[in-house]
């Protein structure tokens, strides 16, 4: 047995099988659930791993996943390892022009895409040259074009349930698609062995990773249940896939919903005793906040110990209100990538004041871009991890050559976001490189400013961005989506809440009112789109 995926699930599975493993409530929708134990999820996985085998698809094969969080998603992954085929995540957000892209740039040989998408498959279809089988998951509209596509229950239906699949390996690749939103799509190609220690914690985020592949079911077994896992972000996304697996890997209950609702996110916790929620910051905490102040007060959180986010960070003042009205969960704002899988997590100092500070891991280490060795205290770097980490970026050895490295025998991955490290190890986030803003010479991270921002009690949401400036370069621009019912602050009244919080070349000098943030469905930040509007109104 080695460190593969498959291979470790189903050990899990043999440990376990009459453990519930999946719940799905179908949020916005129908309210229908499904329920599967660890047994039953195996048995479904594999009948369509064989389908896909059966249809010709090979070992090594990309499959994308064009979904909805569902069953057929977590079930589609499942069945790509256990037939070493490679899963990709299709952004259920792209248009036709991106979704051409991201299919001739993964080179997909098959598809499996939600009903509602068929006529953008339709349309990127003849513009693709090895797509070649598509699996199509529930309704289809009236009015979508034709496809030749085999329907999913038809697919699973025509599978055995048995495994009788050949031996993996620790290489197989695992692909996960970032970006979009500063640059076009890249595929991060994972060894599955890097990402079940980088991503997974290798089997024990908060414990000893295992020795070997067999002590994972050891500890299964030895443990027992009673946690349940809840991923509010899209399944699209890393962070919502590998906190599913993380699940797995304890054999523990993974609740999942269609969509992100709130309203019926805190109810689920209540109803399914859920333990561990899992979001992208404030733009999901803060309807969370809002439910439960408001509408939703007086829900039963008592079964909830842990909440946490990646990919953006909970801000103070959402992360002290959310506190305030369950004041046992433990906040959590964790920090890594789709290159790097975790990094660290936040210290209980972090905040405005003493910016974004992190305990990291023993692998990830400030360093000099050029020089890439570690740089001193105080010195600005960029946050880098060695040991487990990816190969590089599928299909571009251009982007490949500037972000992985090896000193030594050992792989490097040079992550884009800038840091400093002090006397005790801690380091501090100054943001992402690609969105820093010059502002006549001195340098203002989005990331800082936003946290001040969104402290102001008539913020709702907020993203910073650079804008031309003839005289300073760039200035600082706040896009603000302002709280229901509040009035909108002006830029005097923006301007004097900073002072006290931060530097005065910090301080937005133009402030654009939006009707609403945009970010992708998880929750991260569109700075391509905040820095057209505030750029389009400082014209007008």
Not at 80 to 103: G, S, W
Not at 196 to 218: D, H, N, Q, T, Y
Request: net charge negative.
């Amino acid at each position: 047995m080695e460190y593969n995926l498959a291979d470790l699930f189903e050990s899990v599975v043999d440990a376990v099988p009459d453990r519930e493993a999946l719940v799905y409530v179908d949020h916005p929708g129908t309210g229908a659930e499904r329920r599967l134990t660890y047994g039953e999820l195996d048995a479904a996985a594999n009948r369509l791993a064989h389908h896909f085998l059966d249809s010709g698809l090979e070992a090594g094969e990309h499959l994308g996943l064009h979904l909805y969080n569902g069953v057929e998603y977590l079930q589609t992954v499942l069945a790509c390892l256990k037939a070493r085929l490679v899963p990709v995540n299709v952004n259920y957000r792209y248009v036709e022009e991106e979704l051409v892209y991201l299919y001739r740039d993964a080179d997909l040989a098959a598809l499996v895409f939600d009903g509602e998408f068929t006529a953008l498959v339709a349309a990127a279809l003849p513009q693709t040259e090895r797509l070649r089988h598509l699996v199509r998951v529930g309704a289809v509209p009236a009015d979508a074009p034709d496809l030749a596509v085999v329907a999913f229950e038809d697919a699973e239906a025509a599978g055995s349930p048995e495994r009788g699949f050949a031996p993996r390996s620790s290489d197989d690749l695992f692909i996960i698609y970032t970006g979009g939103t500063t640059g076009m799509p890249k595929g991060v190609m994972w060894r599955q062995e890097d990402l079940f220690f980088a991503g997974l914690f290798g089997g024990a985020p908060s414990g000893e990773p295992v020795k070997r592949p067999e002590e994972l079911a050891e500890r299964v077994a030895a443990g027992g249940s009673g946690l349940t896992f809840f991923p509010t972000p899209p399944l699209m996304h890393g962070t919502s896939t590998l906190t599913s697996f993380v699940a797995f890997n304890y054999g523990q209950r993974i609740v999942i919903h269609r969509k992100y609702v709130p309203e019926e996110v805190l109810r689920t916790i209540a109803k399914e005793r859920v333990t561990s929620v899992s979001l992208v910051g404030d733009a999901m905490l803060r309807p969370l906040v809002d439910a439960l102040g408001g509408p939703l007060r007086g829900t039963d959180m008592s079964s909830l110990f842990t909440l946490s986010s990646s990919g953006a960070i909970m801000s103070d003042t959402v992360r002290a209100q959310f506190q305030e009205l369950v004041p046992s969960v433990l906040l959590l704002n964790n920090f890594g990538s789709s290159e790097s899988g975790s990094n660290g997590k936040a210290t209980d100092d972090s905040g405005p004041e003493k910016g974004f500070r992190l305990e990291v891991n023993e692998r990830t280490l400030v360093v000099d871009p050029a020089t890439h060795e570690p740089v001193p205290v105080g010195v600005p770097g960029r946050l880098a991890q060695r040991g487990h980490v990816p190969l590089g970026y599928y299909n571009d050895p251009a982007k490949t050559a500037e972000t992985f490295f090896r000193r030594g025998e050992e792989r490097w991955v040079l992550l884009g976001d800038m840091a400093t490290v002090d006397e005790d190890g801690i380091v501090t986030v100054l943001g992402r490189g690609s969105q820093c803003i010059n502002t006549g010479g001195e340098k203002v991270y989005p990331e800082e400013v936003e946290q001040a921002l969104k402290a102001h009690p008539d913020v709702y949401d907020v993203l910073v961005a650079g804008v031309p400036d003839a005289t300073w370069g760039s200035h600082v621009a706040a896009v603000v989506q302002v709280r229901a019912g509040a009035e909108a602050p002006t830029l005097d009244q923006i301007q004097s809440h900073c002072r006290t919080r931060l530097a005065g070349y910090k301080i937005p000098r133009q402030l654009v009112i939006a009707p609403a943030i945009r970010r992708s469905p998880s929750g991260k930040a569109d700075y391509r789109w905040a820095k057209a509007v505030a750029t389009e109104a400082d014209r007008g």
